[in-house]
């Protein structure tokens, strides 16, 4: 089955700074790379999401790219501010029927400083 | 709009006793259902997921069972609980088939919480 390795598992910034975050899968036949957002004791909530056949997607600050040759995908956040601090999570799966059955990867805490 | 309900939001429990932990999603129908569990720290796990009513797949071999009654109601249970059932538990969905976008939808998650 697919494995998701994610780093690192924490990571601080200042505010302003740019945070990046890599995921790396095993699975080639994956194609729908989600990225999720949980704050503290609630649930995870999608942020952005980039399929196979794109090698870049941005909304705002946020930003993934996603390398299928060597399986590993990315998020970037740029101009950090403190209410990004949260669990990212990166997950992936094959599409089709499986879609909803993420590989979730460990998780990133991320920590934006004032 | 669509709205997923779980309950009850925390539950301690001890070690032997049952568990029944229930989600309903509103506002769509033949959603997709899941169940993740997120021990402390760590990443989500697929526990368990439907694609209809009575259909039930187990992504891993454990202490719990899974089970969809109808077509938007998801309930996890246990007969004996162990104290590595302690965990926060997500029930989610998704669209059905073509309506689906790929994403995941979760519900306020239940915290367990096995003594």
């Known amino acids: 089955g697919e494995n998701v390795e994610q780093h690192p598992s924490t990571l601080s910034v200042q505010e302003g700074d740019s945070a990046v975050i890599k995921c790396t899968y095993s699975?080639?036949?994956?194609?729908?790379f989600p990225w999720y957002k949980q704050e503290l004791g609630k649930r995870p909530q999608l942020i952005i999401d980039i399929r196979s056949n794109v090698g870049e997607k941005k909304d705002q600050r946020i930003a993934v790219t996603l390398n299928k040759t060597a399986k590993h995908f990315s998020l970037h956040i740029t101009e950090t501010q403190p209410e990004d601090s949260a669990v990212y999570f990166c997950a992936a799966s094959d599409g089709g029927t499986s879609y909803g059955k993420l590989t979730f990867g460990q998780g990133t805490i991320l920590t934006v400083h004032p | 709009s669509q709205t997923i309900h779980q309950w009850p939001a925390t539950l301690v429990q001890p070690v032997g006793s049952p568990l029944s932990l229930e989600c309903t999603v509103e506002g769509t129908s033949n959603p997709n259902l899941y169940w993740y569990r997120q021990a402390a720290g760590r990443g989500l796990q697929l526990l368990f997921y439907?694609?209809?009513?009575?259909?039930i797949s187990s992504e891993v071999p454990q202490n719990l069972s899974a089970s969809r009654p109808q077509d938007r109601q998801f309930i996890l249970s246990s007969k004996k609980l162990l104290l590595s059932d302690s965990g926060f538990y997500l029930c989610?969905?998704?669209?059905?088939?073509?309506?689906?976008?790929?994403?995941?939808?979760f519900g306020e998650g239940s915290r367990l919480t096995v003594l």
């Open positions: 439907s694609v209809g009513i009575g259909q």
């Open positions: 989610a969905w998704s669209a059905w088939e073509s309506f689906n976008t790929g994403e995941l939808f």
């Open positions: 699975d080639s036949a994956s194609n729908y």
